[in-house]
């Protein structure tokens, strides 16, 4: 009875752990590539989740003002006059309430009766420790933990609220607005929600973005007006 190995036998050996070893390459990538799957939908679940939260939120600081005037109740969303956004949305003249396309003379969807500017610092407001508005979450970041077995998920949303340029022609018969993600330098119609999704160590895994106007809330129904 012999103790060692042939050479035929060493060989077919060496063989079939060679083979074994050319397995592992591709099995770690697809390990790599399912996990790096899992990152992403996660990710794209939180930012989505990050946005429609925050547009559950008012427009403004100055959307709702407390208080009435002769017109009715002021305390619901109104439109405000901003300092650099598109003319053609200014109220219809200093004294309207309305701008052009607006079809009725209620208090929603209308100005304040007198100029109210949107907010220009974006953020919590001064002596605010709750964010009330869209803007309060500009510089915003939340931590997403989650541990299962040995799987772990870190990552950050990192939140920022800009304007942006509300620019076109509102009086074309076709209304084309060409998106500009660059952050305007003051208040215009339309704020940008910004979602930045980074694993732990900062490395980018998605960019997100919504969009929200300065329309104020919808018309009051017949059996609702004041």
């Known amino acids: ?127 605010e420790t709750q964010k009330d508005d869209i803007d309060d979450f500009n510089g915003n970041i939340d931590i997403i933990n989650k541990s299962t077995g040995n799987f772990v998920i870190d990552m950050r949303i990192r939140q920022n609220i800009y304007y942006i340029s509300d620019n076109t022609n509102y009086s074309a018969n076709n209304i084309n607005i060409n998106i500009n993600a660059t952050p305007a330098t003051a208040s215009t119609n339309i704020k940008m929600i910004d979602i930045n999704v980074t694993d732990a160590s900062g490395g980018a895994i998605l960019v997100m973005r919504g969009f929200t106007c300065n329309i104020g809330a919808a018309p009051l129904l017949k059996k609702d007006a004041l």
Do not use: C
């Open 1 to 127: 009875m012999r103790n060692a190995f042939g050479l035929i036998e060493l060989l077919f050996a060496i063989i079939v752990m060679s083979v074994a070893m050319l397995a592992i390459p591709p099995i770690l990538e697809q390990t790599t590539s399912n996990i790096n799957e899992i990152l992403k939908q996660e990710a794209i679940f939180q930012a989505y989740r990050t946005i429609y939260t925050i547009e559950t939120y008012k427009w403004d600081e100055k959307t709702t003002l407390e208080g009435s005037t002769s017109t009715g109740v002021i305390n619901i969303p109104h439109i405000l006059d901003t300092t650099n956004g598109d003319t053609e949305l200014n109220r219809t003249n200093p004294a309207s309430v309305v701008r052009q396309g607006n079809f009725n003379v209620f208090t929603r969807r209308t100005f304040f009766p007198s100029p109210t500017y949107a907010s220009t610092t974006l953020g919590l407001d001064a002596g």
